[in-house]
């Protein structure tokens, strides 16, 4: 058995990060669990391409959707994991295979639940957001979608991290004239055309926005620039990329108007290139606030975009909870505390089960 779902989860975890799976190679993961939560759990079990699915279906007043991918970013010379000093290393050890180890541990053990699990392991969300495994399911099997409350067990080093910024992008192009630059005022700068725009996001003041007693902060940043032809040319054209994280209070549709606002009377065409809907907390709702009080109320904002977008679009509370620190995720020495797995696990059956 390789998979021993009732073990400890600090051994889960380290058995979880040892098999490979680069997002669109998680066959071999996606197998181990499958046969692993087939044979050690009662729960109902389905496959989904490489996404596996259990839930169980005691009749419960509430169900709680337990999430958690099992793809990784390609390894960069950090396997097999290690133990040093309290901490294990490793690829996926942050992002996030201490937490499907969690929930994975959980789906087996807690014998006598207060709500209805599902457990959805899915593939591909370290990549283009059209491959995300939970697009097919949403698609396929909404049913098993459907909960009071969903846990995503992205890294958040073991606070609640609740709903989660939206985000947008839009190029900013000015155009010009091009010349000779030894007869510059024959030609129409198409660079110099941009420092208006990058004065305006120098001074740009960011909203905070408190909503369920979780502060979000929004931000509006320049994070590519493009232009210039030749070393002895005047540019014709140029742009500058935007994003824009904003605060979920606000839809998609508001942000883009507030950008636009922002840039108002420049000479400049503005294009949305992408865009992200934020998702509310919900920590009103009562799942969530049960979850809220098992942790201690260790809860805060999330920065970034997650998954979690996905569930509030269905409807569902979400938040993110992990042992991982999201500060390592993706990186050469990525690592997780063992002890907050251990509190993770902890805290999550003291809900499942009170």
């Known amino acids: 058995m390789s998979l021993d779902l009732h073990g400890d989860p600090i051994a889960l975890t380290a058995a979880l990060v040892d098999i490979p799976s680069e997002s669109r190679h998680e ?23 490489d996404a596996v699915l259990a839930r169980t279906n005691l009749g419960l007043p509430s169900r709680v959707l337990l999430a958690g991918h099992l793809d990784t970013v390609p390894v960069a010379d950090n396997l097999p994991s290690r133990l040093v000093d309290g901490e294990l290393h490793g ?9 499907d180890a969690v929930f994975l541990h959980l789906a087996a053990t807690v014998a006598e ?28 099997l909404p049913d098993w979608l459907r909960a009071d409350v969903a846990i995503l067990g992205e890294p958040s080093d073991g606070y609640i991290e609740a709903g989660c910024q939206g ?8 155009s010009g004239t091009r010349a000779h630059s030894a007869r510059s005022w024959l030609g129409d700068n198409a660079i110099h055309k941009l420092g208006p725009v990058l004065d305006r996001l120098s001074s740009y003041r960011a909203r905070n926005v408190e909503i369920d007693g979780c502060t979000y902060r929004e931000g509006l940043s320049a994070v590519r620039i493009d232009g210039g032809i030749a070393g002895n040319v005047i540019p014709d054209a140029a742009s500058v990329s935007v994003n824009f994280r904003f605060a979920p209070d606000r839809s998609t549709d508001e ?17 949305l290139t992408d865009s992200a809907a934020g998702a509310l907390p919900g920590l009103t709702k009562p799942a969530a606030a049960a979850l809220v009080q098992a942790a201690g109320g260790q809860v805060r ?36 505390e063992v002890a907050k797995i251990t509190a993770a696990t902890d805290v999550l059956r ?5």
């Open 91 to 99: 690829c996926g050890t942050s992002d996030m295979k201490s937490g």
């Open 301 to 336: 904002a999330k920065y970034g975009w997650t998954d979690v977008s996905r569930f509030a679009a269905l409807g569902v509370p979400a938040v993110n909870y992990g042992p991982g620190d999201p500060n390592l995720a993706h990186r050469v020495d990525e690592r997780v």
């Open 167 to 174: 985000t947008l992008r839009v190029v900013i192009s000015a």
């Open 113 to 140: 639940p207060t709500h209805d699990i599902t457990l959805v392991m899915y593939d591909c969300e370290e990549i283009e957001a059209s491959a995300n495994g939970l697009n097919r399911i949403q698609s396929e």
């Open 255 to 271: 942000a883009l108007h507030h950008v636009r606002d922002v840039f108002d009377g420049l000479d400049v065409e503005i294009e």
């Open 27 to 49: 066959r071999r993961i996606a197998d181990e669990v499958e046969t692993a939560l087939r044979e050690q759990t009662s729960m109902e079990v389905i496959r989904n391409a």
């Open 350 to 354: 003291r809900y499942l089960t009170a």
